[in-house]
C-alpha cells in the first residue's frame, strides 16, 4: 500500500533556484527509504515540502489524500518531523513539555498527555528526563528528546534529517537502534550512507534537480561508478 506519493513536484527558491523539478516517487507503507545526494541538491526541501512545511508545485498525496491547504492539518497530523539541528525543535523550559506540546490540541487529557510523555521518554531511552532542561543536554540526548516528541504523536510517518550528524559512535549507535524501533514509514536524508544501509531497505539519489536513482539500498549503494557520479561513496559496508 502507498503511504506517500508525489507526483510531478518542483521547487524553486525565492532568489530563483530551481531545487528539484518535475520528480515522482512513492513509498510503501512501513517502508524506510533513505534520501541521499550531494550538499544543496534538495533533501532537506524535499521532506519539508513532504510534510507541508513549505508549498510546492505537482501533487503530494499522504494515505492516499491530497495534499491541500484544506487538509494540511490533518495531514500534518500523520506525520512527525525530526529537525537537523535539535535546538531549532527543543524551546520550552523542560524536557516534558517539548514532548508534550501540541497535544493538548489534539484532544489528550492532561492524564493522557502524561502517560504519553513517559512512554515516549522511555522509548528513547530517557526514563526520568521529564523535568531536565533541554538546553542542558548533550547533543545525542537532544537528538533523543526530538525522536521522543516525534513518538508522542504517534505518528504514520517519520521524517528525519541528518540524525547522526556531529554524533560520536556511542550517541549514533543508539539513535540508529531507536529510529530502527520505529514501526512506521521512515524517510531519512543522510551523509551517513552507512546508516542508510543499516535501516533502510530504498534509497532514492537526488541530484541535479531530479531522481538520478531509485530502488533497493544494496543495489544502489553498492554501485561505485552510480554513487561517484554522484558526488557519493559506497559505505564499508559494502566494499
Known amino acids: 500500500m502507498t503511504i ?4 510531478g513536484i518542483s521547487y524553486t527558491y525565492p532568489d530563483g533556484i530551481e531545487v528539484f523539478k518535475n520528480i515522482s516517487f512513492k513509498v510503501a507503507k512501513g517502508e524506510s527509504l533513505g534520501i541521499i545526494g550531494p550538499n544543496g541538491a534538495g533533501k532537506t526541501t524535499l521532506l519539508l515540502a513532504l510534510s507541508g512545511l513549505i508549498n510546492n508545485s505537482g501533487e503530494i498525496s499522504i494515505n492516499g489524500e491530497l495534499k491541500s491547504e484544506k487538509n494540511i492539518n490533518d495531514i500534518r497530523k500523520k506525520i512527525s ?5 535539535p535546538d531549532d525543535q527543543l524551546f520550552m523550559p523542560h524536557v516534558e513539555e517539548d514532548i508534550s506540546f501540541g497535544l493538548s490540541k489534539l484532544g489528550y487529557s492532561e492524564e493522557e498527555i502524561n502517560e504519553i510523555v513517559k512512554r515516549s521518554l522511555n522509548s528513547a531511552g530517557l526514563d526520568g528526563f521529564e523535568l531536565r532542561s533541554s538546553h542542558h543536554l548533550s547533543l545525542g540526548q537532544k ?7 516525534a513518538f508522542a504523536r ?7 534529517d541528518e540524525p547522526s550528524n556531529e554524533l560520536d559512535p556511542g550517541g549514533r549507535k543508539e539513535l540508529t537502534g531507536l529510529i530502527k524501533n520505529f514501526k512506521g514509514t521512515k524517510l531519512i536524508v543522510s551523509h ?7 535501516i533502510c531497505n530504498n534509497v532514492m539519489i537526488l ?9 533497493g539500498s544494496k543495489q544502489i549503494l553498492s554501485d561505485k561508478k552510480l554513487m561517484e557520479i554522484n558526488s557519493l561513496e559506497v559505505p564499508y559496508i559494502y566494499r
Do not use: T
Request: hydrophobic residues 55%.
Open 4 to 7: 506517500v506519493e508525489a507526483k
Open 81 to 85: 518531523f525530526v529537525f537537523q539541528n
Open 143 to 149: 537528538k533523543r528528546v526530538c525522536l521522543a516528541a
Open 154 to 160: 504517534s505518528p504514520e510517518i517519520l521524517l528525519l
Open 192 to 198: 551517513d550512507l552507512n546508516m542508510i544501509a543499516e
Open 207 to 215: 541530484n541535479d534537480n531530479i531522481i538520478k536513482a531509485f530502488g
